[in-house]
């Protein structure tokens, strides 16, 4: 159920949310800003669930989903279990969407996020045609 709704949330279906996502940070932005915004949300309530094939099929670019079983040579529903097994209570909120200027390519949204601890992520989204798909992230995830 949780899976469909990550699915819908992908796919611009709903209002976005996942069922019991109640900060979704999302909603502070409109229009293009928050469907990529959703995305990183969607990712968040992803990495808590263990759900690492919705962020592999769903929620990163083809080059992301390569890049990151590239990195020890394992698949990456894999990689990003060993990544985020200790940090999986993220809960990302997004700050700042930003959609061009100097450090934005054509195609692509920048987003900047915390978590619960302050920690910061900036998330490389590329627009597919339809949603958004991460594309790149760095940060501080969580308490290491």
Not at 104 to 125: A, H, P, R, W
Not at 128 to 141: E, S, W
């Amino acid at each position: 159920m949780l899976t469909a709704a990550f699915a819908l949330a992908a796919c611009g279906g709903g209002d976005g949310a996942p069922e019991g996502d109640t900060d979704n940070s999302a909603e502070e932005f409109a229009g293009q800003k928050r469907v990529a915004a959703q995305t990183v949300e969607d990712f968040s309530n992803a990495v808590a669930t263990g759900d690492w094939s919705t962020i592999c099929e769903s929620l990163f670019t083809s080059t992301e989903v390569e890049q990151t079983a590239g990195i020890l040579g394992g698949d990456c529903e894999s990689e990003l279990a060993d990544e985020f097994e200790d940090n999986r209570d993220l809960n990302l909120t997004v700050e700042k969407v930003t959609t061009g200027g100097a450090f934005v390519t054509s195609g692509e949204v920048m987003v900047e996020s915390k978590d619960d601890e302050g920690n910061s992520q900036t998330f490389t989204l590329a627009d597919d045609g339809t949603d958004y798909r991460i594309d790149g992230y760095a940060g501080t995830f969580g308490a290491d």
